[in-house]
């Protein structure tokens, strides 16, 4: 199929997930599309998942649900009330204000904020040039996901951006899933890629996801415990010989300042610390020592009050049992795969049009530095929708709220974010614009091609930013640069030998074509010494502890419960929450609680609870289950506060505490009570 002239068109989903499936598009007569897994693509295998099958042949498809032209704000902010303008008209508006803002303020007075919305690098990457040329600042969004990794992993491993290529897990005795589910956040790699290898498969997670059914070993530890039993299972590692002494002495320095720490750390004082038996220790260890081992740690898994601590501590498996460099070995977190198949990001942002370094603000301070009048002038945002998935939304709507703002937001969709914006402007989706899709799992770059017109007046991210530096008198010939050029530079630099129109034909290129690369391979880290750091002079510098440690959180307080929001099925992010299948499909919004907690609480499967803490409370439907442990509460995130019947999400129970490392999120930290409502 697909050859050149076939109708259908070979395309990639951009989503924020480890999968980044290949797609076909077939335009029916009707002018709608018909989007389908590609059968050909060896991640997809010819199907979508259960959520983007839908939302892409619905709501992204639906003109009563997309944003069709430019809106001028009409009514009170938040409201909603807009009226049509023309493009000219919008941007116009949009160059005045924030020519009035730098003119009065300094370009740091306009914060802009993207993140992962589409991956794509024109409308992700490319639309950086424009922040950079105007100096503005700009909003550090990996803090609410998984900026405390990364961090870890750099003190560990000298970065946290290259793993292991999952198509090394056919030389694997054992695959170690550690605080990710990938039955909900890559759907393709758990059913696929993790279901069908012939590795043993052990699963961390305190809730019994369908990731861990379908293990061989599940280990469900009290939340925030993951260090100590890292610890514990290199106490079993040890005792069945499993270090790699060669390794250690060539490739890692510190073992000795966390040699009693391990010894301390029977499965035995495991069990005590985190939940897990000791038995179930030993056999994880068993598994893991057992050949090639492969260690995936989840994003979720860092976002606990120590989270950063966690990361270091879970790292120390492959570092001790010298699992590192060599076929269906390796750890991994986050592949940026973009960089590892050569891309020039710095080329790609337009790093170089920026000449003033500009102000970088955490997620987790958004909602207070936004709200400062003497601080920022306007916000710009795309990409994202932060009043449905960031901390504190209360005081992030009263920031948004502020007169004295000017707002921007692009995007697809009238979200919660959008109605406090006082011009909208009409995102293209993936479908209508070409583009290449970087993942963040597989070694994998795709195609993204246009199917067809954009919706509306909608226009891709890269052309508003290109029209609106226009209107701004900007001529830099960075930020002009056209679509067609810029892809064909990045094909050049990921050494694809055809053109883009050859690319609509092989729709993904592989990095080093069939075969798994081995990630650090010549043993070399980033670190100041070379070397994998367990003892890390920097962590000292930065006030950290110098070694990882086997600490474990406190347990929730008498009567309170910790709160997990992990992944659902249903959603990406918060993305889909207004498409109708999907809202039915996952309605009402519950929480998963132990029958023990539930009889504790006086609380019924079905049965409406109201979750509160110091914050605030929201309805929700008890779903009662031991697939969560007792003291532990599960509500997926991902759903618009403006959709809910209370007029909030989650996210009302987070403050924005942050964890250890790199001023990143600690939502799972959070505690909650809950009690039958009404
Ligand atoms: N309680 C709790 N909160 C969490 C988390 C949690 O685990 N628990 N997880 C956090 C994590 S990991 C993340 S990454 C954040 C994500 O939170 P968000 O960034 O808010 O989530 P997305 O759904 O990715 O938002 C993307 C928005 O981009 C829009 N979009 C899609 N394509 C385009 C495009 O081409 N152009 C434009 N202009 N817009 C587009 C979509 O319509 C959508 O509204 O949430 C965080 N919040
Ligand atoms: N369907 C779908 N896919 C997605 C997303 C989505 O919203 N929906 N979001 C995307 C994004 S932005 C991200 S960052 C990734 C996130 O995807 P993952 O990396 O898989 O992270 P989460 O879904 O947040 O959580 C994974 C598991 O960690 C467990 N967990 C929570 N606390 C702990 C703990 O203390 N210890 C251990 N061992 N486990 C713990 C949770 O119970 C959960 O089952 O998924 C991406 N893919
Ligand atoms: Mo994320």
Known sequence: MADKGDVTIRTTCPRDCYDSCGIVVTPLPSGSLRVAGDPDHPVARGALCAKCGVAYNGVFQDP???????LRRTGRRGSGEYEPVSWDAALGEIADRLGAAIAASGPESVLTMQYSGTMSLLASAFTSRFVNAINASEVDYGTICNRAGFVAWELLFGGGHVGFDPRTAKDAAAILVWGANPAHAGPHAHKHWLRESPAKTIVVDPVRTRTAKDADLHLAPRPGTDAALAFALLNALDDLGAFDTDFIAGHVVGLEEIRDDIARATPEWGEDRTGVSAASIREAARLYAAGPALLWCGQALQRQPRGGNIMRAVGLLPALTGNVGKPGAGFYYVNDVAEIAGIDTDYLEGTALRSEPGKVVGALELAERLGDPDEFAAFVVWNTNPLASA????????????????????????????????IVLPAASFLEFDDLVAGYFNYAIGIQAKAREPLGEALPNQTIFRRLSRAMGLDAPALHEPDEDVLAELLRQVGYPGTFDDLRVDGTIFVNGDEPVIAFEDLDFATPSGRIEIASEKAESMGLPRVPEPAVDAPPRDGWLRLLSPASEWRLNDSYANDPRLRKRSAPAEIHLNPDDAARFGVAAGEPVSVGNERGALTLTAVVSDAVRPGTAMSYKGRWPSLEAGGNNLNLLYDGARNDMGESTAVHGVEVRVTPAG
Request: charge should be positive.
């Open 64 to 70: 009563g649900a997309r944003l069709t032209t430019p």
């Open 391 to 422: 901390a504190d939304p209360v005081a992030l709507r009263k920031a948004l709220g502020r007169k004295s703002l000017f707002t921007v937001a692009i995007e697809l969709f009238m979200t919660d974010t959008a109605r406090y914006a006082d």
